[in-house]
C-alpha cells in the first residue's frame, strides 16, 4: 500500500464548477499537509499548507484536513481555465520529507 | 516570497557523460535542500536531502556514487548524474525550506529536464 494514494485523473470540470480534489494516507504520524499546484514541466507550487487537522481558506481555494479519516481535501470554487494543472497532495511527519501523491490533473475548459 | 532557480532547464547529453545542475535559494539562506525525480504522470520521488557541510542523506535505492550531492553554501546544491545513461532521462527539481520560520515549506526550483541519448 502506497503511503498516499491519489487519483491521477484526468479530471475535466466546466469553467464555473467546484472542484473537489482528495488524498488518503497511511502514516498516522503525518502532522503537515500541503496542496500543490504543478504547470506543464514547471516546479511545484505551493498552494496551501495545514497543520493537523481542520479547514483552511484562501480565496478560491479550501483545504480540509481528515485525521481520523487519514483523508484530506482540496476545493477550487468558482474554477477558472488558469487553474488548469497538475495538483500534488503531499504530507510530512516533521520538518524534513514530504512525501508526495502522484497528483491529480485537473482541466478546466472554458 | 522565496525564490528557487535551477540550471540548467534543460540539457541534452550523450551516454556517458556527467551533468551538473545547479540549485540556488535566491532571496533567502536554506537549511536543508532536497533533490527529487519526476517521471511522466508520476509523484515527485525524493532523492536526497542535503544539509550545508555535510554529507547529502539518500533515499533507499538512490545510488550515492551515480547521484552526487553537494550542498557547499547556505544557498547553493548541485547536482551531477555521473556517467549519465538513458534511464537517467527524467525532470530533476531541487527545493529548499528557509532557516526562518517555523514551517516546513518547501520551495521548489522550476526543474530540470535530462535527456541523455
Known amino acids: 500500500q502506497k503511503e498516499v494514494e491519489q487519483d491521477p485523473g484526468p479530471l475535466s470540470v466546466p469553467e464555473g464548477a467546484i472542484v473537489s480534489l482528495n488524498c488518503t494516507y497511511s502514516?498516522?504520524?503525518?502532522?503537515?499537509f500541503m496542496w500543490y499546484r504543478q504547470y506543464s514541466r514547471k516546479g511545484p507550487e505551493l498552494l496551501m499548507y495545514?497543520?493537523?487537522?481542520g479547514n483552511k481558506e484562501d480565496g478560491r481555494f479550501t483545504a480540509q484536513v481528515d485525521k481520523s479519516s487519514k483523508y484530506i481535501s482540496l476545493f477550487i470554487r468558482d474554477s477558472q481555465p488558469s487553474d488548469s494543472a497538475t495538483y500534488l497532495c503531499?504530507?510530512?511527519?516533521?520538518?524534513?520529507?514530504?512525501?508526495f501523491g502522484t497528483g491529480t490533473k485537473l482541466q478546466v475548459i472554458p | 516570497g522565496a525564490v528557487v532557480s535551477q540550471h540548467p532547464s534543460r540539457v541534452i547529453c550523450k551516454s556517458g557523460t556527467s551533468v551538473k545542475i545547479e540549485c540556488r535559494s535566491l532571496?533567502?539562506?536554506?537549511?536543508?535542500m532536497f533533490w527529487y525525480r519526476q517521471f511522466p504522470k508520476k509523484s515527485l520521488m525524493l532523492m536526497a536531502t542535503?544539509?550545508?557541510?555535510?554529507?547529502?542523506?539518500?533515499e533507499q535505492g538512490v545510488e550515492k556514487d551515480k547521484f552526487l550531492i553537494n550542498h557547499a553554501s547556505l544557498t547553493l546544491s548541485t547536482l551531477t548524474v555521473t556517467s549519465a545513461h538513458p534511464e537517467d532521462s527524467s525532470f530533476y527539481i531541487c527545493?529548499?525550506?528557509?532557516?526562518?520560520?517555523?514551517?516546513?515549506?518547501?520551495?521548489f526550483g522550476p526543474g530540470t529536464r535530462l535527456t541523455v541519448l
Open positions: 502514516n498516522s504520524a503525518f502532522q503537515y
Open positions: 503531499a504530507m510530512s511527519e516533521s520538518y524534513q520529507k514530504v512525501t
Open positions: 532571496d533567502f539562506q536554506a537549511t536543508t
Open positions: 542535503s544539509n550545508e557541510g555535510s554529507k547529502a542523506t539518500y
Open positions: 527545493s529548499a525550506t528557509s532557516t526562518s520560520g517555523s514551517t516546513n515549506e518547501q520551495f
Open positions: 495545514t497543520y493537523s487537522s
